[in-house]
């Protein structure tokens, strides 16, 4: 229980510490100790803003699902240069898409609409006050219904792994 209140967050506490390595870039022992202090300070400090924290089911699927939001976001990043530099405004076809959500966590559908907003090309705009839906606009697409058949496929379908 009291491991509990000291670190109240780990998986937090230890995202604080390699953000703050990444930030100073470089891996000092200074660095390392400031580091883990934030990592463990932070999650302290804001632990009675946080009632109900989720709770990662599986947490190496959280893993899996960074690496393949990495990867999204490199191929996303060449499909739109390419679309700016090389496509005619007038074929460019965006479109509105409404995906609907198996997702109940507040946590993972805010996960999911992020990752969708940090994939270039994509941007989660607005989701269904029921928390049903949530409203992409695609800058490029001829088929929406696959691009929201990936949404749910790639990501969704991860986050529920994760969260539920």
């Not at 899996?64 to 405004?89: G, M, R, S, T």
């Not at 198996?102 to 990752?115: C, D, H, M, Q």
């Amino acid at each position: 229980m009291l491991a509990r209140r000291l670190v109240p967050h780990p998986i937090i506490s230890v995202l604080l510490l390699i953000v703050w390595i990444m930030l100073v870039n470089k891996v000092t022992v200074g660095n390392l100790l400031l580091g883990a202090i934030f990592g463990l300070a932070v999650p302290v400090i804001t632990a009675p803003y946080w009632p109900d924290r989720p709770t990662v089911h599986r947490p190496f699927k959280v893993l899996e699902y960074i690496l393949i939001v990495l990867w999204d976001i490199i191929v996303a990043n060449v499909e739109v240069a390419l679309i700016i530099l090389f496509k005619p405004n007038k074929k460019i076809e965006s479109h509105w898409i409404n995906v609907p959500l198996e997702l109940t966590s507040a946590e993972a559908i805010t996960v999911l609409a992020g990752t969708i907003t940090m994939t270039p090309g994509t941007v989660s705009a607005m989701l269904s006050a029921d928390g049903g839906n949530i409203l992409v606009h695609c800058l490029d697409t001829d088929d929406p219904d696959s691009v929201r058949a990936d949404i749910k496929q790639r990501y969704e379908r991860r986050l529920k792994e994760i969260f539920q």
